[in-house]
């Protein structure tokens, strides 16, 4: 099983770029990289997946680099509302498992 | 709104109760979840639903019984549950398990909290 690495926690100013690293070294070919974030006493909620290219919806922008060890989830105009807990995670091959680790703690402070 | 409806919102039980947890999703999907969230723990899968045929038990204890009557509704039966098993449950759907190797992302709802007493 491919596992993360995420930093405990970070901070991030109102209005700026919040780039949320992730490593994942020992994923494998065909296992993508999934983002989810969980705000306080709500359940997790889909951010935004890629295997190898970059990808973009109006949530977020994931940056995965060439090797795929590592990724980058960037929100580029970060609100009070997104302070939460963003999970990195690496689908469990052959398994309908999504193996949540312990997150980044992200603050969004004004 | 999630899609995904979970109930109760919080329920508080003695070791001996029964009681059950319910989840509705609106969103047509094939597959749903049973997750457990500890307090400062990971989220813990516990059981996976596809077509209403389980497909995964995650070693969880036979005080846990789910049901699954059809592709839109899952439950989670309790049963002389330990002070331990106080936690947020969290029912998940997606769309499929595997499209060509491809996960579909799960929607979540919020939970029931549970405490047993």
């Known amino acids: 099983d491919a596992k993360t690495t995420q930093p405990t926690s970070m901070d991030c100013a109102e209005g700026r770029a919040a780039n949320l690293p992730c490593n994942h070294s020992?994923?494998?070919?065909?296992?993508?990289v999934y983002w989810y974030r969980q705000i306080h006493s709500q359940g997790p909620q889909y951010i935004i997946h890629?295997?190898?290219n970059n990808e973009t919806n109006e949530m977020a922008s994931l940056i995965i680099t060439e090797d795929r060890k590592s990724s980058t989830l960037i929100l580029p105009h970060a609100t009070l509302r997104d302070t939460a807990v963003y999970y990195c995670?690496?689908?469990?091959?052959?398994?309908?498992?999504?193996?949540f680790g312990a997150g980044t703690i992200l603050r969004v402070k004004s | 709104e999630t899609g995904v409806t979970q109930t109760p919102r919080h329920l508080v039980m003695g070791m001996t109760n029964k009681k059950s947890l319910k989840c509705e999703q609106h969103?047509?999907?094939?597959?749903m979840y049973w997750y457990k969230q500890s307090a400062k723990k990971p989220l813990e899968l516990m059981f996976v639903?596809?077509?209403?045929?389980?497909?995964e038990n995650n070693s969880v204890p036979s005080r846990f019984s789910p049901e699954c009557p059809n592709s839109s509704h899952l439950f989670l039966h309790l049963h002389t549950l330990q002070p331990e098993d106080s936690a947020l449950y969290l029912c998940?759907?997606?769309?499929?398990?595997?499209?060509?190797?491809?996960?579909?992302?799960?929607?979540f709802g919020n939970g029931t909290r549970l405490t047993v007493t």
């Open positions: 639903y596809n077509f209403k045929e389980q497909t």
């Open positions: 890629g295997l190898k």
């Open positions: 995670i690496v689908r469990v091959a052959a398994s309908a498992k999504l193996v």
């Open positions: 020992t994923i494998s070919g065909n296992e993508y």
């Open positions: 998940a759907s997606s769309q499929d398990l595997d499209v060509g190797g491809y996960n579909s992302p799960l929607h």
């Open positions: 969103l047509g999907h094939n597959a």
